[in-house]
């Protein structure tokens, strides 16, 4: 399977930008996804997460802010009230669990695409 991820940009604190995943590929064996984003000197973390069933997640930090959804083989991350500490790497995966008990808060990358650099300026 393969994931590409677009629509990072440079975007002023309080404005909005819609990230974009393509997936191709043997996409029928895809089931959750995930938006996760890494900023410099920062390990990548999960910014939200989505199951094929609709069921999301999102980490605290942007709760309310952000908005993740899927149609068909794409996914996207809707980004809005931005702040100077959402700039970071965007990067799109494709998830799994890890156990009978994870959920889709807890479920692992097992392919990435590339990364869509956001910047917000303040």
């Known amino acids: 399977v393969q994931l590409q991820a677009s629509g990072g940009g440079l975007v002023q604190a309080g404005g909005s930008l819609r990230l974009s995943c393509a997936a191709s590929g043997t996409t029928f064996t895809i089931d959750d996804m995930g938006w996760y984003r890494q900023a410099p000197g920062n390990k990548r973390e999960l910014v939200a997460s989505i199951s094929s069933g609709g069921r999301t997640n999102y980490a605290d930090s942007v709760k309310g802010r952000f908005t993740i959804s899927r149609d068909k083989n794409m996914l996207y991350l809707q980004l809005s009230s931005l702040k100077s500490e959402d700039t970071a790497v965007y990067y799109c995966?494709?998830?799994?669990?890890?156990?009978?008990?994870?959920?889709?808060?807890?479920?692992?990358?097992?392919?990435w695409g590339r990364g869509t650099l956001v910047t917000v300026s303040s």
């Open positions: 995966a494709a998830l799994g669990p890890n156990g009978p008990d994870d959920t889709i808060a807890t479920y692992r990358p097992w392919a």
